[in-house]
Each structure stands twice: as C-alpha cells, then as structure tokens.
C-alpha cells in the first residue's frame, strides 16, 4: 500500500524525480569526463633462499614456510619511497613518476611477490614498474640476506586501462539521482498538503470570523456575545461559577449623538488588549456601548479590570478625546439565576450594575 502511495507521488511530480535524475546525471558525467584514465603493470618475483648448501636449503625454506613476515618485509621494501627514489633515479632525470603509485603483495599460500605501479600512461607506467623490480631486487641483495628475489614475470605494457568505471560511476549517479528525486517528490507532496491543509483552515476560521466580527470597530457582534453571554449563564447555573459583565460608555453631547464614533469604540477595544485573556468576549453591543464577558471572575477583580479598561482608553486617546465627551463604566455579576436580557446597551441593563 504504501508503495503504491509512492508512486503515486512520484507520478504527479514526476518533474521533480526527471529534474533530479538529469542534474546528477550531468554532474556525474563532468565528473567522470574530467577523471583520467589510470593504466596498470604487474610483475611477480619468488622469493627463495640464497644459500645453495642442502641443509641449509631446507631450513630457510622451511623458515619461509613459517615466518610469513619475510615475504611481508619484501613487500613493504617494495612500497618504500626508497624504492621509488631509486628506481626514478634508474631512469634518469627527464622520467617524471608523478601520479604513479606503487604497490606490492604476497599471494597468499606461495613466496610469489607481486609488484604493481598504476599511472596514467601505459608506456610509462610500465617502464616505472620495471624499474621498481629491479631496485627491489637489488635493494634485497644488498641486506645479504638468507632469501633472494628472483624475477618471474616481468611488467608488459597493458593497452587497456584498469580503472576507474566510469560507466558504474555513471550508473551510480544516476541511481543516486532517482534517490533524490523520489525523497524530494515525496517532500513537496507532504509540504502541499499541508499548506492546502492550512489555507482550507484558514479560510474556515477567516469565513467564521467573517460572520461573527463587527469589523469596523474590531470586536465581536452583539448577537455572538449575546449566544456566548447565555452558555456562561447555563455554565453558571450548572457549576455555581460566577461571572462578570463590564459596559464602557462613550456617553457624548445630544447634538453629537449622529457623528461616527467608530474610531473612539476601535481605540477602546484595542486598549482591551493589555488584559484581555483567551476567554474574554468584546462586542459592540450598540450605539457607543462596548461589553465585556468576564468568564470566573467576580465582581471586585472584574471592577479592577474595567478601571484599567478606562484609564488605557484615556490614556490612549489622549488629545482625541473630545472635551464634552465623558467614558462611564459599569459591571454586573452574574450567577445563572438571573433572566437573561435581550441586549446589554442601554436602557436594559444586567442586574447589580454599579
């Protein structure tokens, strides 16, 4: 199930897995273009006693048989710089062994040494791994040891190049690519969804807000606070948990009474903002009324708030204010026996009103 899923995905952003799969593609085939051929010789040398008295024919053979670490000493005198010094100097001045690497081996189970030099030209290479034969022979002449070694197969230039693969190389990339690109197709698939997931929340919440707000002055519509003002009432009856209402007024001169007040009722509801908690509910509830549902708070921490209310209003218009403009305000508690009013702006008012 879960493959089909995938595949799903990477049918419908397919783009994604192609564009991934060509940039490796490129990338890797740069690489390997710029990567250069690498040319090898091998010759082999037997590694045996010098002496040619029987008895002591015997025991260093046997002494070969059971130390391993002659031929091991041979193979290391092989990799030696002093080797590579040596055999560079064979060749004279003018042969350059750089980007040559040497390297040597024991076949396992024989006393068969095998002496190899990778480069990037076969002719070359192939002179360079003859020298470092004969110097490793002659450096081991030299130790007047109880072992020799004598040449068996010596290097031939190889035409054809050992490494790298450039086509694996190439496979490989491209494997890789489908990798990326399936990973990435998998990712922009989750990230759309969500962010489908969230627009179509947003839009839910934006379309609910849209129907509940009174957008001119920022707060809640009366009919909204009214339906919230009656589950508190039901909550209260049922928990014996009280709650508080609080009016702040604008009351203004009789011939002002036609003017817009909406930019004085959106500066008192900003000003809510120092204190209001997740639970309050603002509405305009008409005219130059806004209230305030106070959920568990009782009538004294609910008079506390509505006096901050009205300074931060004072404070906040300032010089805006008008003179013959004066801010009332009022709280009521309430503990879900009381009748439910129809609205809260004047002339009805919740009981025990201060």
Not at 259 to 275: E, G, I, M
Request: charged fraction near 25%.
């Amino acid at each position: 199930m879960e493959l089909r899923r995938y595949l799903e995905i990477v049918g419908r952003r397919w783009w994604i897995v192609a564009t991934a799969i060509a940039v490796t593609t490129v990338l890797t085939v740069l690489l390997v273009v710029q990567q250069p051929w690498v040319y090898g010789a091998s010759g082999t040398f037997v590694v045996r006693p010098r002496s040619v008295d029987s008895a002591e024919v015997v025991r260093a053979i046997d002494t070969l048989i059971r130390g391993v670490e002659i031929n091991s000493t041979y193979a290391t005198i092989a990799r030696s710089d002093a080797i590579r010094e040596r055999a560079r100097d064979r060749l004279g001045s003018d042969f350059d062994p750089s980007g040559m690497t040497i390297n040597s081996d024991v076949l396992a189970g024989t006393n068969v040494l095998v002496i190899s030099v990778r480069g990037p030209e076969p002719e070359s290479t192939a002179v360079f791994a003859r020298a470092v034969g004969e110097e490793t022979v002659a450096y081991v002449a030299e130790l007047e040891d109880a072992f020799e070694l004598k040449p068996l197969d010596l290097p031939e230039v190889e035409e054809r190049p050992v490494g790298p693969n450039k086509v694996l190389t190439v496979v490989t990339g491209i494997l890789f690519g489908a990798i990326v690109g399936v990973a990435a197709a998998v990712a922009a698939d989750a990230l759309a969804r969500a962010a489908e997931q969230k627009r179509g929340s947003s839009a839910v919440d934006l379309g609910w807000q849209a129907v509940i707000m009174d957008e001119p002055t920022g707060t809640f519509h009366d009919d909204f606070f009214m339906m919230r003002f009656s589950e508190e009432m039901s909550r209260a009856r049922h928990s014996d948990r009280a709650f508080a209402v609080g009016l702040l007024r604008f009351v203004v001169p009789s011939e002002s009474i036609d003017r817009d007040h909406t930019t004085l009722l959106r500066s008192a509801a900003d000003a809510a903002a120092s204190w209001r908690r997740t639970e309050d509910v603002i509405s305009h509830v008409g005219g130059e009324t806004i209230a305030v549902l106070l959920p568990d708070l009782d009538l004294n921490e609910a008079n506390r708030i509505m006096e901050r209310w009205k300074a931060d209003v004072v404070g906040r218009l300032g010089a805006d204010l008008p003179p013959d403009y004066e801010i009332t305000i009022g709280v009521a508690n309430y503990t879900g026996e009381e009748d439910i009013p129809g609205r809260l702006d004047d002339p009805i008012r919740p009981p025990s009103m201060t």
